[in-house]
T-cell receptor, first 111, second 114 residues
Framework: SQQGEEDPQALSIQEGENATMNCSYKTSINNLQWYRQNSGRGLVHLILIRSNEREKHSGRLRVTLDTSKKSSSLLITASRAADTASYFCASIASGYSTLTFGKGTMLLVSP | DAGVTQSPTHLIKTRGQQVTLRCSPKSGHDTVSWYQQALGQGPQFIFQYYEEEERQRGNFPDRFSGHQFPNYSSELNVNALLLGDSALYLC?????????????FGPGTRLLVL
């Protein structure tokens, strides 16, 4: 079964705006990762945040992790039309080495 | 350097048939994981192979089986196909010695069961 839930399920914004997606998970984790999927094809790894980290940046991406609330957020700044995709959070539970995905957020960035 | 490759890209089968999907991991990667992604859902973990052994398994019936070869490539076999097996099947590989933190995904095989 899927561990996490993303919120919102779908998000529509204009180019240049920021997009924020949230993710919740259920068990203790080693790390949490965000992936992007274009048009139902393979997933691309975006960023990883470890359980002892609270915030991480990579280019236009900012990820936060709150282990007390079992939640994470992904912020994409200055969105571009090319950011249109589905975004998934995935966690690796403590003691395991496999990913547990949420249901994803569909992001539409209009020119 | 080639990434993760999967074959075939698309497949149509009928109920009750058997199917074999193939995956070649990224160069230098020794661990292969398989995921099933139904339409509109996130991927669900099927199983993971390391050193030619199934190391971990998700909540999937025995109709789903796999194999890993000495060159680290892998196959996913599904027997007695059901309509509900229609999905995108994703293979992911991860490098040696990183505790499988980051997984690299192939483009997937889209299976349609009629």
């Amino acid at each position: 079964s899927q561990q996490g839930e993303e919120d919102p399920q779908a998000l529509s914004i204009q180019e240049g705006e920021n997009a924020t997606m949230n993710c919740s998970y259920k068990t203790s984790i080693n790390n949490l990762q965000w992936y992007r999927q274009n048009s139902g094809r393979g997933l691309v790894h975006l960023i990883l945040i470890r359980s002892n980290e609270r915030e991480k940046h990579s280019g236009r991406l900012r990820v936060t992790l709150d282990t007390s609330k079992k939640s994470s957020s992904l912020l994409i700044t200055a969105s571009r039309a090319a950011d249109t995709a589905s975004y998934f959070c995935a966690s690796i539970a403590s003691g395991y080495s496999t990913l547990t995905f949420g249901k994803g957020t569909m992001l539409l960035v209009s020119p | 350097d080639a990434g993760v490759t999967q074959s075939p890209t698309h497949l149509i089968k009928t109920r009750g048939q058997q199917v074999t999907l193939r995956c070649s991991p990224k160069s230098g990667h020794d661990t292969v994981s398989w995921y099933q992604q139904a339409l509109g859902q996130g991927p669900q973990f099927i199983f993971q192979y390391y050193e030619e052994e199934e190391r971990q398994r998700g909540n999937f019936p025995d109709r789903f089986s796999g194999h890993q070869f000495p060159n680290y490539s892998s196959e996913l076999n599904v027997n007695a196909l059901l309509l509900g097996d229609s999905a995108l099947y994703l293979c992911a590989s991860s490098p040696v010695g990183t505790e499988q933190e980051t997984q690299y995904f192939g483009p997937g095989t889209r299976l349609l069961v009629l």
